[in-house]
């Protein structure tokens, strides 16, 4: 059944039989099946609104043999037109099963994995729904074991990376184990026949993928008509039904490179990649316990910045009268019942996770804070330490009357307490991650905006100050070469 586009093209819609519909994603096929061809596997990954669905459309019509004269299109994909340009157009994980058969232009069979978009108005968890959505697709019988290419589709005009460029920059090539690197192909999207800006991009941040004469290997593609329709229409064209002949031509030869170089590229295991998976589980884990352990050293140093205050303004008293008294706002460790279980350490008097599903105390090791050598990633301190509780610790600001000896022995203690929080921080960092220090105090400043509780703005001026510190510290931000 076909429809007409606005360009007046008829869309034939593929005939699709879903194999299977349950848990995190979506798998279906065209055709059946050809077991005297080869199957190349290519996942589909990019920013919300860099195009992903008008390109896979594209590249159907490609291995259908469409021509640029001819009235007509295929889809694989509908395109939403209702959504904005921040919200991605796939929801879910979509396995499509391209079958060989007589007319193709490709020698094999294919299989595209279209995934949901990076860095929407959604936010960081749904990335990490998407990271789950990944993982079920490895590890399920009916999804993927190995893979020919990763195409990352980007948009030509990037010519420098906003916060949340990087964040998806970083975080899609991540998700993948070392090996895949040489696997991963750049298609970009929106191209003229001009050097995409994008590629400068690219460079700066060492994206990982193959490497030509110096320079990522990348593929040109356009997916509108004109310049100034590139967020309005982007999803409304199926094979780039309305392109001048010169773009069509563009895309076409882009495709015939790509299927080429992909018959080149050795397959690659995706049993390193749920590796990756769960490792990445057990750092989400322990930089949820960093968040804490940050505003922990911030307020221990707005302690110690009071307590200086303090021996400055009342020198004088405190020299003729060592009993000299005094009021100060001071940091406390309250217990705070929750409903779930929390994972937290009696040594330090912290909650190093929650919420947590763990069952039981004496499978408290089960719990993904802890390393196989049974110590916390998020304090330090051993298993044994530590036990399944209904309740979390929570910092609250009082006020109490304090003397000179307890204003000393407490000072003592706070630059101790705040060494250590340091020592811990500096560990925590060696491990890798999306995100810098940096990016989660600015979480934490924008929690105490939201919450204003009292004696925020004192707080948010220690953050900052702290922040200013941390950025000496940086995470590892992406995968080591």
């Known amino acids: 059944m076909a429809h007409k586009d606005k360009d007046g093209y008829s869309i034939f819609n593929l005939k699709l039989v879903h194999l299977y519909s349950e848990g995190n994603y979506d798998k279906m096929q065209f055709g059946d099946e050809n077991q005297l061809k080869s199957r190349k596997v290519i996942m589909m990954v990019g920013e919300t609104g860099s195009g992903k669905t008008t390109l896979i459309n594209a590249l159907i019509n490609y291995i259908l043999g469409v021509e640029w004269e001819d009235n007509y299109r295929y889809a694989l994909i509908r395109g939403n037109t209702d959504r904005s340009g921040t919200q991605s157009q796939t929801s879910r994980v979509s396995i499509y099963q391209i079958n060989h058969m007589e007319g193709f232009t490709i020698p094999y069979s294919l299989t595209i994995i279209d995934t949901p978009g990076f860095g929407s108005t959604e936010g960081r968890e749904q990335d990490k729904y998407i990271a789950k959505q990944f993982q079920e697709c490895f590890i399920s019988e009916r999804g993927v074991n190995s893979i020919d290419a990763i195409c990352f589709v980007v948009k030509s005009s990037s010519i420098r990376l906003t916060k949340e460029q990087r964040y998806v920059f970083h975080s899609i090539p991540s998700l993948f184990g070392k090996d895949i690197?040489?696997?991963?192909?750049?298609?970009?999207?929106?191209?003229?026949?001009?050097?995409?800006?994008?590629?400068?991009?690219?460079?700066?941040?060492?994206?990982?993928?193959?490497?030509?004469?110096?320079?990522?290997?990348?593929?040109?593609?356009?997916?509108?008509?004109?310049?100034?329709?590139?967020?309005?229409?982007?999803?409304?064209?199926?094979?780039?039904?309305?392109?001048?002949?010169?773009?069509?031509?563009?895309?076409?030869?882009?495709?015939?490179?790509?299927?080429?170089?992909?018959?080149?590229?050795?397959?690659?295991?995706?049993?390193?990649?749920?590796?990756?998976?769960?490792?990445?589980?057990?750092?989400?884990?322990?930089?949820?316990?960093?968040?804490?352990?940050?505003?922990?050293?911030t307020l221990k140093q707005h302690e110690l910045n009071k307590t200086e205050q303090i021996l400055r303004q009342h020198q004088e008293g405190i020299n003729n009268n060592k009993n000299f008294k005094y009021e100060e706002k001071e940091t406390i460790k309250q217990r705070k019942y929750v409903q779930g279980n929390a994972i937290n350490c009696h040594v330090c008097e912290s909650t190093c996770h929650y919420p947590c599903r763990v069952p039981a105390n004496p499978v408290v090791a089960l719990c993904g804070v802890f390393t196989w050598g049974r110590d916390c990633t998020v304090c330090g301190h051993g298993v044994s330490s530590h036990h399944r509780e209904h309740h979390v610790f929570e910092s609250e600001v009082v006020i109490k009357k304090k003397t000179y000896e307890e204003l000393k022995q407490k000072y003592e203690k706070a630059c101790k307490e705040k060494l250590s929080i340091e020592q811990r921080l500096h560990e925590i960092s060696l491990k890798p991650d999306l995100l810098t220090v940096s990016d989660y105090i600015d979480l934490l400043i924008k929690k105490e905006q939201q919450e204003a509780a009292p004696g925020f703005e004192e707080r948010i001026k220690s953050l900052k100050e702290t922040k200013s510190k941390a950025e000496k510290i940086p995470l590892t931000a992406f995968l080591n070469a």
């Open 181 to 297: 690197k040489e696997n991963i192909l750049v298609c970009v999207t929106y191209a003229d026949h001009s050097r995409p800006s994008v590629l400068e991009a690219l460079t700066e941040t060492q994206f990982p993928c193959v490497i030509k004469d110096g320079k990522p290997l990348y593929f040109k593609f356009n997916n509108s008509t004109e310049s100034d329709d590139y967020h309005k229409d982007d999803e409304e064209d199926y094979g780039y039904s309305s392109l001048p002949k010169m773009l069509y031509d563009m895309g076409r030869n882009s495709s015939r490179r790509m299927f080429r170089i992909l018959e080149e590229l050795a397959p690659k295991s995706l049993l390193l990649t749920y590796a990756v998976l769960r490792e990445r589980k057990a750092i989400e884990i322990t930089m949820e316990g960093l968040l804490e352990k940050i505003k922990e050293l």
